[in-house]
């Protein structure tokens, strides 16, 4: 049975997972394949530290570009993340003919293009199915079962960290920095979280999804992003009562000739499947002309999971090498910008929730309204609920304004000056609202 | 570009979905797959009743071996269904040499064998994605995405009809003639709906899908199969009450060196993604050692759904047949007979929910548990609950058992007495129970 040969660089948490699955399951796997996948070089700073993997003493490496090199390695599998040394040795390897899998998201979200045109330029396969929902086969679903459909929308949960936090926000009542500190004890979190409660992980899948659906680049620093730092537990509480769950969603809609995408945290219904991922689960909602919906749920993380999409994608390049293959299949092709862009930021349309302190006296509510109604948002419910008493703080309460569909301009704008207002004390906060499942 | 010659069989709902797809979006798919996808022939035997598809007069036949022997399609569609008419004209495609996509479940199920070896003799490629799942992934995902996976277990509800009669005798506590006649009104169900309710069209699509993760036949009549026709509503309004959704599940475990295959009605706790799939979607929850819990869902059935899948599949075949591409890839092999085989049904092991109509007299409960222990097996909790109240009818009471884990064999035993005793009016209702998600 012929062969083909893998160099891992990156030995960490994925990377183990990684040499784990090949040489644990290479049988099952050669015989799915009917091409015989061996791990010929690990490449890592460190490989002392042991990995709780078998990994042959005499392929691992401290170099690289050694890894890189072996003729006998077909399949280039970049783990070490970051848009520096990886980003090096991606186009390195693409240059000697070496395909390459990767699972390295803000580098494609970032340099995605650089990276996709060096791959379509030598002919090589370039695979990332890892790099969005972990153990989700949502880039490949995308790039082969849907490639009949015409993308109409995509919501994605797509960062584990916030969603163990809102779920325990949900479920305990309990205030983001309590959770926040509990889910970095528990290692849910990295020390420095702010890549993920910032939103910007999240930003990143979202661009490489919409990039992929659209044949378009979308720069994530082109989308509004908003994490869930600045969310109360009142927000949480209250829409939990209005029958939602908060949760940090990535929206990617198609509109006429534009696509809006967007990261903001969400009230979803519960009726709605989005509403039920809970923990550090993913899922991927996405909306085909042909397929109506369709939901891709699993672990967004973590070593197996990872692990399982990236030896996935081996398997690909495996039988495209074997097969001859249609090598274009992979990358992300950029030939829509004629025809279409990104949506400005000012002009994504949404139903808004807004919930700002008021001090509890009359004329509050229609101060407040005035505002909104200046900037062309209409107002669907305003209300200062039962459900919000126990959080007023000294003759302040919470007041929740419902909009109906509103451009973000308009409601940015509105905000603005209700923050300005003497009655009202300290930021509102802002979220999205996504209607019933169809 | 190079263009690659569709010719469907059959144009009813399906086929004029199809049809449909390749017309409308063949620019989309031509760009994503860098081949011309052109439709050559649409065969049926009335080419007459308007589809609502602008289909070329002159591809019109309603010759199907004038589409099989067009020299200018290399991909035949069946959606013909059935096992007579259709598995010939598949034979007949793969004897000379053309590639097949199919939906048809039925026959894959019972023929699998016969039409995959044929079609590995011949080196064409044979597509089924649409025979399970509808419009969701699932048969591809299996195939390439989780190779690098051993496959634990996969959960699927996999018919919409019986899920949507039996989400609304949870939300409405109906009966399920009543709904099921309503269904008939609504088109949500066949005016003979036996293959749906009685869980055969689920059996087809399990044995599908074991066969394609463990490589060996499971013959559909070789597994228990029990649909949803003898459920009352007490059962349903009951199991909801306890924090349970009554669904019709296809369980597939792989134990040792068994694999244990079955359809039941079957009581899945609230928090349970699969209690979330309501109406007519279908999902399948596949459990692998690498990817861990991954869920898909989306609509199991109808025109569009369908026809999204077998378009993807047509774009597989089209990119294999200009990539050069790995025709071995979509055949089920059945390489693995000689270690693994199908678990006797008396052998499959779960929790079970038992049901009986009791008269309401002292020592009825202790008969009943002998009766369960003389066949080991072990009572959790029996009950005769204030909910069940109001289903009494003179005098007999609804009495419900559940059990800890235990062998079908014995607690089919056990029912078989326990419908003997004078104390018991009717045929108990047996259903499977599904553990918390871990």
Redesign the interface.
């Known amino acids: 049975m012929k062969q083909i040969g893998v160099g891992i660089l990156g030995f960490g948490t994925v990377g183990a997972?990684v040499a784990d699955?090949?040489l644990r399951?290479r049988e099952?796997?050669a015989?799915?394949?009917?091409v015989d996948v061996v791990l010929r070089k690990v490449a890592d700073l460190d490989i002392e530290r042991d990995r709780g993997v078998a990994v042959p003493r005499e392929i691992l490496t401290t170099d690289a570009m050694a890894a890189i090199d072996d003729p006998e390695v077909q399949i280039v599998v970049e783990l070490i993340g970051g848009t520096g040394i990886a980003k090096k040795l991606i186009l390195a390897a693409i240059e000697r003919g070496k395909n390459v899998v990767t699972a390295n998201k803000k580098l494609l979200s970032e340099s995605g293009r650089e990276i996709f045109e060096a791959a379509a330029k030598a002919g090589v396969d370039i695979y990332f199915?890892a790099a969005v929902g972990g153990?989700?086969?949502i880039i490949?679903?995308l790039?082969?079962?849907?490639?009949?459909?015409?993308i109409e929308s995509m919501k994605g949960i797509l960062n584990g960290t916030c969603n163990y936090i809102l779920t325990r926000m949900i479920k305990e009542g309990a205030a983001f920095a309590d959770v926040l500190k509990d889910a970095q004890k528990l290692g849910f979190a990295e020390a420095d979280p702010t890549l993920d409660i910032d939103g910007w992980d999240t930003a990143h899948k979202a661009s490489i999804l919409a990039s992929l659906a659209y044949?378009i680049p979308v720069d994530p620093h082109a989308i509004e992003v908003k994490g869930i730092r600045n969310l109360s537990s009142v927000d949480v509480v209250y829409a939990d009562k209005l029958g939602y769950s908060v949760k940090l969603l990535a929206q990617i809609d198609r509109v006429g000739s534009q696509v809006a995408v967007g990261v903001h945290p969400t009230l979803i219904p519960k009726g709605h499947?989005l509403a039920?991922?809970n923990g550090v689960?993913n899922?991927v909602m996405v909306h085909?002309?042909?397929?109506?919906?369709?939901?891709?749920?699993?672990?967004g993380a973590?070593r197996?999971?990872t692990?399982?999409?990236v030896?996935?994608d081996?398997?690909?390049i495996a039988?495209?090498l074997?097969?001859?293959?249609?090598?274009?299949?992979s990358a992300i092709?950029y030939?829509n910008e004629q025809t279409l862009s990104v949506m400005p930021v000012g002009e994504v349309r949404s139903e808004f929730y807004v919930r700002c302190m008021v001090q509890d006296r009359c004329g509050a509510f229609g101060r407040i309204g005035v505002m909104f109604g200046q900037h062309d948002v209409s107002i669907k419910m305003a209300t200062s609920h039962e459900f919000l008493k126990g959080y007023e703080e000294e003759g302040v309460i919470p007041v929740v304004i419902r909009t109906h569909m509103a451009k973000t301009g308009d409601v940015e704008a509105a905000v603005s000056d209700i923050e300005q207002l003497d009655i009202v004390k300290g930021r509102p906060v802002v979220m999205r609202m996504v209607k019933e499942q169809g």
């Open positions: 997972g699955g090949l399951n099952t796997f015989k799915r394949l009917g199915g153990g989700i086969p490949r679903s790039r082969e079962g849907l490639a009949g459909n015409e044949s499947m039920a991922v689960f899922a085909g002309d042909l397929s109506g919906d369709l939901l891709f749920y699993g672990r973590g197996a999971p692990a399982s999409t030896v996935g081996i398997g690909d039988r495209n074997t097969g001859g293959g249609a090598r274009y299949k092709r030939d």
